[in-house]
């Protein structure tokens, strides 16, 4: 299993990153928060997940192991495979994420594309008991917040996780609208854009 990697990142693509390690570039598949908070010809840190395939070896990469723990929690729930459990944490942080379960609150979980009522209740049912303690306080703050360029990499972030050109460009328009002041972390933007087109759905 390779826990984590740490190496110049040589790439950032809209879904993934290339992390240069002892000369080897690894393709890291990681979901638009942990995406915002590398930089290209930067050293990094990422937690990481080997998913092993008959056809493939795809490593996932997480901000922290946090995210990584949780990650391979929710792929014990049935019906729940790495993409769908990266678009869970591209959507919520995760103490949102263990709240959602251990409160039954259905209505965060399906915010997730690609998760209905159904296996929402699964979720539920099969990793309540299994998520973990509560955390005490509010909602993690999001790592890294970037200057500038942040419609892009919202934009990016959207349209990775399967929403159309028109659709991410009416969320980060949308997104233009409420900020006054000083922008948010990207990660936090992204969550927001998400809920947006959610809703409207």
């Known amino acids: 299993m390779i826990a984590s990697v740490r190496g110049v990142v040589a ?4 879904d993934s990153a290339v992390i240069e390690v002892g000369g080897v570039g690894l393709q890291v598949q990681c979901a638009p928060g942990t ?3 590398l930089k290209a010809g930067v050293e990094a840190r990422v937690a990481t997940s080997l998913v092993v ?3 493939s070896l795809t490593l996932y990469g997480f901000a922290d192991d946090d ?6 929690l929710l792929q014990t729930a049935s ?6 459990a990266q678009a869970v944490l591209a959507v919520h942080a995760p103490d949102v994420v263990r709240r959602a379960i251990a409160g039954a609150d259905l209505a965060t979980l399906t915010q997730v594309p690609g998760i209905g009522k159904k296996g929402a209740e699964k979720m539920v049912v099969e990793l309540r008991d299994r998520i ?4 005490a306080g509010g909602e993690g703050a999001p790592a890294g917040v970037l200057s500038g360029g942040w419609q892009e990499q919202v934009r990016q972030g959207v349209l990775a996780l399967g929403w159309t050109v028109a659709q991410a460009d009416q969320a980060v328009a949308k997104l233009g609208e409420t900020i006054d002041g000083e922008v948010p972390p990207v990660p936090q933007l ?3 854009a998400i809920r947006l087109l959610g809703r409207a759905r």
């Open 190 to 192: 992204l969550r927001q």
């Open 11 to 14: 790439a950032i693509n809209p």
């Open 53 to 55: 395939r008959e056809d």
């Open 79 to 84: 019906g729940v495979g790495p993409r769908l």
């Open 35 to 37: 995406l915002a908070g």
């Open 132 to 135: 973990g303690p509560m955390p």
């Open 67 to 72: 995210e990584k723990q949780l990650f391979e």
